[in-house]
């Protein structure tokens, strides 16, 4: 079936370092989305790749789709402590009816001060 | 502007009874959904809606009740709540097939 998977799961890191989430689906997607959960809240839009390589930076924050539209990957440069969260990868399929997202599990940020 | 709401937000019941989780959105989105996030299981799709009359199973429907018979509400109910149904329930909805997904803020429901 379709599915979209999501590493790591935990990642845990100083604040200032490097951080990196992947996704890979197994199936061409037609776009990539970028979720950001707050502990105890809800998860909130980040960010959408539609174009085969696509590359886009919010600030720190820089999202890669790859050439064959079936891995993702988001990079925060120099952590803060305003990172800290769980971030999904959410894929609509190629052909997907009724609009339906295939989410990653999350990887979620820990940062030390 | 509400954007997307949930009721109740907080929910205790005991095993066995009827519970009816309300999501309601002011942007008259087609689409929407319903989600369920334990540890460890991420989001998992229960069921979704592209319109009014038109709903269909996700990931984890079994023991879940739906209905759409208005754009802005996507009741969920849980016909015989069980323990496994403990969690946090969270509501979205989006435009398109491609668009964004706004989520509601959730209800966090236990089941004893």
């Known amino acids: 079936g379709q599915q979209v998977m999501q590493i790591p799961q935990y990642q845990h890191v100083q604040e200032g370092e490097d951080f990196t989430t992947y996704c890979n689906s197994s199936?061409?997607?037609?776009?990539i989305q970028w979720y950001k959960q707050r502990p105890g809240g809800h998860p909130v839009f980040l960010i959408q790749l539609v174009k085969s390589g696509e590359v886009k930076k919010q600030k720190r924050l820089t999202f890669q789709f790859g050439e064959a539209k079936k891995n993702s990957s988001l990079h925060i440069t120099a952590t803060q402590t305003t990172d800290v969260g769980t971030y999904f990868c959410a894929g609509n399929h190629r052909g997907s009816t009724l609009g339906r997202l295939y989410f990653g599990r999350g990887t979620q940020l820990t940062v030390w001060p | 502007d509400a954007g997307i709401t949930q009721s109740p937000r907080y929910k205790i019941t005991e095993t066995g009874r009827q519970v009816t989780l309300m999501c309601h959105q002011t942007?008259?989105?087609?689409?929407m959904f319903w989600y369920r996030q334990d540890l460890g299981h991420g989001l998992r799709l229960i069921y979704y809606?592209?319109?009014?009359?038109?709903?269909d199973k996700g990931e984890v429907p079994d023991g879940y009740v739906v209905s759409r018979s208005k754009t802005e509400n996507f009741p969920l109910t849980l016909e015989s709540a069980t323990r496994s149904q403990t969690s946090v329930y969270f509501c979205a909805s989006r435009w398109g097939p491609s668009s964004e997904q706004y989520f509601g803020p959730g209800t966090r429901l236990t089941v004893t």
């Open positions: 809606s592209a319109a009014a009359d038109i709903t």
């Open positions: 942007w008259s989105h087609s689409y």
């Open positions: 199936t061409t997607l037609s776009n």
